[in-house]
């Protein structure tokens, strides 16, 4: 084990076979097991990483899961920037970094979709929703560079009505 000598319950040890672990005030933080897995508050993780606050149950993940993040109650990843910039997720492949994103601008508090590397759906600062339109003009609005824009209603039940229901309160 190696400590400091003015901090002894600090350090880095040996956490069992082929594992190692490092404490801070006499608790083990942080561990990692003879697969290589890293685990935050857990010294038995069950994924690449696992960030462990509290135990799910039963909870059991995907085998091509590398980021496992448990908790007791709500698990929530939160992200946070300055104001004039914005969160993203990206997702990417060999050809394309960010092919597709969610993306919540703090500029203009609006969340964006994007798919296929461009914008598809966006939801502005007061709740209007947009499907191809960036700037959002109406509480759902539609925008397509095809001819034709249409709604699409189906229903395949034997007793189905699909419909649209237009009122006035």
Not at 25 to 41: D, E, M, P, V
Not at 70 to 82: F, K, L, V, Y
């Amino acid at each position: 084990a190696f400590a400091f000598d003015n901090d002894a319950d600090t350090g880095m040890y040996s956490a069992g076979a082929n594992a190692l672990g490092f404490t801070t005030g006499g608790t083990g933080r942080l561990f990692i097991n003879s697969n290589g897995h890293a685990g935050i508050g857990t010294s038995s993780p069950d994924r690449l990483v696992h960030i462990f606050k509290g135990e799910a149950g039963t909870a059991i993940s995907d085998s091509n899961t590398a980021l496992m993040i448990e908790n007791s109650t709500h698990a929530i990843i939160q992200m946070a920037s300055p104001n004039n910039f914005s969160n993203r997720i990206l997702f990417g492949d060999p050809q394309d970094a960010d092919a597709g994103k969610f993306l919540y601008d703090h500029s203009n508090n609006s969340l964006q979709f994007y798919v296929n590397a461009s914008e598809r759906i966006r939801i502005d600062s007061t709740g209007k929703f947009g499907v191809g339109a960036t700037t959002v003009d109406e509480i759902i609005h539609a925008k397509s560079s095809d001819t034709t824009v249409r709604l699409k209603i189906e229903s395949s039940g034997t007793r189905s009505y699909p419909g649209v229901r237009l009122t006035n309160d």
